[in-house]
T-cell receptor
Framework: SQQGEEDPQALSIQEGENATMNCSYK?????LQWYRQNSGRGLVHLIL?????REKHSGRLRVTLDTSKKSSSLLITASRAADTASYFC?????????FGKGTMLLVSP | DTAVSQTPKYLVTQMGNDKSIKCEQN?????MYWYKQDSKKFLKIMFS???????INETVPNRFSPKSPDKAHLNLHINSLELGDSAVYFC??????????FGNGTRLTVT
């Protein structure tokens, strides 16, 4: 079955820097979604990009999708300590949403 | 108001016991899900319900059974608990094929 794979597994940066996380998947998708999970909490949806879209923005977030390479990236600009969390990509194919293993982002003040 | 709420937040129990986790959503969504997150944070879908019908059932042991009394509730029953069932279980809801809204999880520890 398809599965998003994020890299890196962990990322440590300073406040103000940009953070880039990548996601690769294996089969065709309807859309790709990014979620954030703070420690001890549930996942929160960040952004959805459809298979016919190449780039999408939401505030400090920028997502790209390359269906030919079956990959996506999430860029967080001007990071803040509050951005510290795990970030997951999820690929939607039909009614199924499959999550990757996540990237743990640590933003130090 | 909490959109997706699940109880209890923590559940510690012994092997062989039967337990239930409750989930309620007040978002008017038509689909509800149960996910299991293991110690490495890998999320795996267990079940989803759409209009009170089970539509996805991954290779989950039949000791796990979802019960949906109405569109706003999807409870998870687990029989004969095993050590390997220890994990965080998340309930989620959505409109069909739309982004998911998650509860805050139930951390199950089987001793």
């Amino acid at each position: 079955s398809q599965q998003g794979e994020e890299d890196p597994q962990a990322l440590s940066i300073q406040e103000g820097e940009n953070a880039t996380m990548n996601c690769s998947y294996k089969t065709s998708i309807n859309n790709l979604q990014w979620y954030r999970q703070n420690s001890g909490r549930g996942l929160v949806h960040l952004i959805l990009i459809r298979s016919n879209e190449r780039e999408k923005h939401s505030g400090r977030l920028r997502v790209t999708l390359d269906t030919s390479k079956k990959s996506s990236s999430l860029l967080i600009t001007a990071s803040r300590a509050a951005d510290t969390a795990s970030y997951f990509c999820a690929t939607a194919s039909g009614s199924t949403l499959t999550f990757g293993k996540g990237t743990m982002l640590l933003v130090s003040p | 108001d909490t959109a997706v709420s699940q109880t209890p937040k923590y559940l510690v129990t012994q092997m062989g016991n039967d337990k239930s986790i409750k989930c309620e959503q007040n978002l008017g969504h038509d689909t509800m899900y149960w996910y299991k997150q293991d110690s490495k944070k890998f999320l795996k879908i267990m079940f989803s319900y759409n209009n009170k019908e089970l539509i996805i059932n991954e290779t989950v042991p039949n000791r796990f059974s979802p019960k949906s009394p109405d569109k706003a509730h999807l409870n998870l029953h687990i029989n004969s608990l095993e050590l390997g069932d220890s994990a965080v279980y998340f309930c989620a809801s959505s409109h069909w094929e739309s982004p998911l809204h998650f509860g805050n999880g139930t951390r199950l520890t089987v001793t």
